[in-house]
């Protein structure tokens, strides 16, 4: 192995001498430096630039949002039949125009919610097409260092997004909201055109003509149980994430500057901290992987529950610290998403397993302002210990299932030393057949 391989293999990071890995990465960055470009302002643009009030376009964006979860079953029968790589290059062009679309839906509800839900459909598959071809594309042992590392590079591409987004804005004004939606469209369209061109398409899987579809899916209990504490865990990451604005401002009377500052160092922290909270778990049963995330999250909990009490002079650095803590969670279990039930799935059927934990995040969203409002209304330490409730539902159910799976089926990779740059490239399992 290089300096650099042996490094970067120590630290977590995959080994990245598969055909095409390299553009993968490079496309998903695009794709989230453009997204990163845009989302923040979405609401804003639609309110200030296309006349929409903040409620109807609320309602849209949440009922459209709602309508593409039911695309999820769909696009994981769809990549287990057709292959991952054409789903995903499907989803790329259905972002680039339905967000493209966004500049010309001034004052028209019809043509937002057409847009709209173009673009929720695309990112409803591309949550299942992106995991399902990088699960084919990564050897078996490195599978998970490849979706810490993609999770990583996501999140720092998304938080450059974030940075040039609004500098773009204080520059342009109003005309920098409109920049904002093409960059984001183009993004898109060149992710795509890198995808199709530069990373092959994986081999052809043969499997069995009767692998019993959602039916085998339904009946795998255990994975069914996970895929339940998984929506678990989303709701409490959205419901802790989207009440932090609300929360340090309204609650604990801090600057409107303050949530922006939080969001920045959670993605700092996630940007990266995955492949090192992936060595530390090297070897572990998944299941305790969630445990652990559940009472790391639960702790964070607490201590923003309790800044509440906490002198004003050390406020803005306590809550600074409640953030570290609490982003922590995610280090460990982002990369189980789709470590999990890539690992858990038959081949066949990994396109529907990786369907069902990705609605799980698509129902978080959904219901999660919902839930945020309804326990702010009881008072700012319910919405703490709602966030702690959903953790804790999500390591008993962990904890419940252990005995359920297989140790050998569930255990993360270990960390390999000193190992061959052959070997780390070496065809899957699967693909040896």
């Given amino acids: ?48 630039i296309a006349g929409f009030s903040l409620g109807t376009a609320g309602l849209v964006l949440s009922i459209t949002a709602g309508v593409a979860l039911a695309f999820n079953p769909v696009a994981g029968s769809l990549v287990d039949k057709t292959g991952p790589k054409p789903m995903m290059l499907f989803s790329q062009i259905l972002c ?20 709209a839900m173009i673009a929720s459909i695309g990112d409803r598959i591309f949550w299942v097409g992106f995991p399902s071809l990088v699960a084919q594309i990564a050897p078996d042992h490195e599978r998970d260092r490849w979706f810490a590392f993609l999770g990583m590079t996501r999140e720092a591409g998304f938080g450059i997004g974030g940075l040039l987004a609004a500098a773009i804005v204080a520059l342009l004004g109003d005309t ?39 039916r085998a899916v339904f009946r795998d209990r255990p994975v069914m149980k996970m895929a339940l504490a998984n929506t678990m865990a989303a709701c409490g990451i959205m419901t802790g994430f989207l009440a932090w604005p609300v929360y340090v401002v309204d609650h604990l009377h801090l600057g409107e500057w303050v949530p922006g500052i939080m969001f920045a160092i959670s993605t700092v922290v996630l940007a990266s901290g ?31 529950a309790l800044a509440q009490i906490v002198p004003t002079g050390a406020l803005l650095i306590y809550v600074f610290f409640a953030v570290i803590v609490m982003t922590g969670g995610d280090v460990f279990q982002a990369p189980q998403t789709n470590g999990l039930p890539s690992a858990l799935a038959p081949p066949a059927l990994r396109g529907r397993y990786l369907a069902m934990f ?42 419940q299932v252990e005995s359920e799976i297989p140790r050998e089926r569930q255990l993360m990779p270990r960390r390999i030393r000193n190992v061959p740059s052959d070997m780390l490239s070496a065809p899957s399992l699967e693909e040896a057949g």
């Fill in 96 to 115: 680039a125009i339905g967000y493209g679309g966004l500049l010309f839906v001034e004052g028209s509800v019809p043509r937002l919610a057409i847009f």
């Fill in 274 to 304: 995955q492949a090192i909270g992936l060595s530390i778990v090297s070897g572990w049963r998944r299941t305790r992987v969630y445990i652990l995330a559940a009472i790391i999250w639960s702790v964070g909990a607490i201590f923003f």
């Fill in 1 to 48: 192995m290089s300096r650099w391989e042996t490094i970067a293999h120590r630290i977590g990071l995959p080994a990245m001498d598969r055909p095409g890995s390299g553009i993968l990465v490079l496309a998903t960055w695009i794709d989230a430096i453009g997204s990163g470009l845009f989302f923040t302002f979405y609401l804003l643009y639609l309110n200030k």
């Fill in 176 to 214: 920098g909201y409109r920049v904002l939606i093409g960059i984001n469209g183009l993004s898109f369209a060149l992710a795509a055109v890198l995808i199709w061109i530069r990373v092959p398409s994986p081999p052809a899987m043969h499997h069995e003509s009767d692998h019993g579809g959602w």
């Fill in 358 to 399: 990705s609605f799980s995040w698509g129902l978080a969203r959904t219901i999660a302002p919902e839930v945020v409002a309804a326990l702010l209304w009881v008072g700012p330490t319910a919405l703490w210990l709602g966030v702690i409730g959903f953790c804790m539902a999500m390591a008993g159910i962990a904890w």
